[in-house]
């Protein structure tokens, strides 16, 4: 199973992208659905992660601008990301997990411009 992320791009900051991200395939009993980014040169790090029981989880430098969620239906986890600034730019990565593993997308490129 693969994780296919898309909506990242090139925004004017103020701006505001919506990603999103997808199973290609069934993920049985997912318990945690996350974002995380890794600009140049720099640790990949958590953006926002969501509980099977709906907590969230923000990290200070996003929290009151960013928004995760999901589509039951279709496993689908969301991140809305508004008053976007420079310093978001980064490649953002989707992950799921379950007892067994951590599923990971294949990163999406966000580049927000000053």
């Known amino acids: 199973v693969q994780l296919q992320a898309s909506g990242g791009g090139l925004v004017q900051a103020g701006g505001s992208l919506r990603l999103s991200c997808a199973p290609s395939?069934?993920?049985?009993?997912?318990?945690?659905m996350g974002w995380y980014r890794q600009a140049p040169g720099e640790q990949r790090e958590l953006v926002a992660r969501?509980?099977?029981?709906?907590?969230?989880y923000y990290a200070v430098s996003v929290k009151g601008r960013f928004i995760i969620s999901r589509d039951n239906a279709s496993n689908t986890v969301h991140l809305q990301m508004n008053s976007l600034k420079p310093e978001d730019t980064a490649v953002y990565y989707c992950?799921?997990?379950?007892?067994?593993?951590?599923?990971w997308g294949q990163g999406t490129q966000v580049t927000v411009s000053s």
């Open positions: 992950m799921m997990s379950n007892w067994q593993d951590d599923y």
């Open positions: 395939g069934s993920i049985p009993g997912i318990n945690g």
């Open positions: 969501l509980s099977k029981t709906g907590s969230k």
